[in-house]
Each structure stands twice: as C-alpha cells, then as structure tokens.
T-cell receptor, first 117, second 112 residues
Framework: GAVVSQHPSRVICKSGTSVKIECRSLDFQATTMFWYRQFPKQSLMLMATSNEGSKATYEQGVEKDKFLINHASLTLSTLTVTSAHPEDSSFYIC?????????????FGPGTRLTVT | DAKTTQPTSMDCAEGRAANLPCNHSTISGNEYVYWYRQIHSQGPQYIIHGLKNNETNEMASLIITEDRKSSTLILPHATLRDTAVYYCIVRPATSGTYKYIFGTGTRLKVLA
C-alpha cells in the first residue's frame, strides 16, 4: 500500500510556542489529506480535511486559528499548533487519500506525539 | 457521530480465530465498510473493506450480513502481534470529502 510519513515523530515544546508537524505522501500525490488528534485511551478525532491549493475544512469545535493547516503541494500538508498549551498535548495523526485507488481508502502516517510543558 | 458500534474489548487465545463484530444498522446502499487496526502508539493500519460481498485478503476475512446492517472481521489464526484496537468505519463510496469518523473500536487482546 501507499506510504505516508510524519515528521517529527515526537516533539516537546514549551507553553506559548508554536510547533509544526509535517505529513508527506511518499509514493503518490494526495489531493486530500486529513488530520486527527488522539488522546490517551481514546479514539481518533478528525480535526480537519486538507485540500491541496485551498483552505482546510475544519470539524466543528476545532479552532482554525490555533491549528493552522497548509497543503501547499500534492505530497505535503503541515499542521501548526500555535501558542501551544499543555492541553494540546496529544498524538497527532495524518492520513492521505490515494486517488489512484478506488474506493479511495486512506493511508495513515505513524503519528506525532506532542508534549507541551 | 460514528455510524458504527463495536464491543469495547475482546480476548482471544493465540492460534484461534478472532471474530470481531460491528453493528452499522444505519448504513446506506452506497457506503463501504472499512476495517483498520491501531497498534499502540502507531497510526491506523488498513485491513480490509467491502460493500456487499464477503471479502478475504492475506490479513483477514470480512463477512457482511445480507441486510448489511452488521459485519464481522475474522482473523483466522490470531497471533500476539494482532493485539490492537480494531476500528470498523462506514464511508460513502462516492463523496466529496471521503472523511472517516472513528468510533470507539474494539480492543483485542491475544493471549498466549
């Protein structure tokens, strides 16, 4: 199957700073990528849908000014957590839709664990 | 909200078949059933998907009831490495966003 990578795998930052997480599709062009957040022992929660060349679509309750998403190319989407606080500490996972395959299943990255101190 | 319900947890003896049920009673005619699993602290891994017919691949089998209101994922010979959280998801075959809404999943523990 297709491969999706994330960088970094782990990041620790201080409260009030911003951190950027990258999501790359390695062997296919992804017009659509998705960002999820997962708290310990909970399920994945969809945060936003990232479309190449256009603004991201955020799920209800997700602050778009806090979680900035940029999908500048067909292989890269970035999630920037601005002014991070300890409650933003979580496991962030991206996925990408491979348009070559039907019915367009998603391939997930390995996740990024963010710890805000 | 997720359109699926699954048991919270299950145990299975190593080497035996693991049967994981999923209820999707409100599924529409054009919606697929997908199964993913998530091993601790990793991203979800695709297992299998189906629309109406039963499906089998190298990882698992998917049995979908005739009315499509429920399905069962079968791992024929469970190993310790199959210990994970298994998610059943329904999603339209054609959709503008193709987004997944995850339910709580089933935490499968394979016992030695």
């Amino acid at each position: 199957g297709a491969v999706v990578s994330q960088h970094p795998s782990r990041v620790i930052c201080k409260s009030g700073t911003s951190v950027k997480i990258e999501c790359r599709s390695l062997d296919f062009q992804a017009t659509t990528m998705f960002w999820y957040r997962q708290f310990p022992k909970q399920s994945l929660m969809l945060m936003a849908t990232s479309n190449e060349g256009s603004k991201a679509t955020y799920e209800q309750g997700v602050e778009k000014d806090k979680f900035l998403i940029n999908h500048a190319s067909l292989t890269l989407s970035t999630l920037t957590v601005t002014s991070a606080h300890p409650e933003d500490s979580s496991f962030y996972i991206c996925s990408a839709r491979d348009p070559r395959e039907k019915p367009y299943e998603q391939y997930f990255g390995p996740g990024t664990r963010l710890t805000v101190t | 909200d997720a359109k699926t319900t699954q048991p919270t947890s299950m145990d299975c003896a190593e080497g035996r078949a693991a049967n994981l049920p999923c209820n999707h009673s409100t599924i529409s005619g054009n919606e697929y059933v997908y199964w993913y699993r998530q091993i601790h602290s990793q991203g979800p891994q695709y297992i299998i998907h189906g629309l109406k017919n039963n499906e089998t691949n190298e990882m698992a089998s998917l049995i979908i009831t005739e009315d499509r209101k429920s399905s069962t994922l079968i791992l024929p010979h469970a190993t310790l490495r199959d210990t994970a959280v298994y998610y059943c998801i329904v999603r339209p075959a054609t959709s503008g966003t193709y987004k997944y809404i995850f339910g709580t999943g089933t935490r499968l523990k394979v016992l030695a």
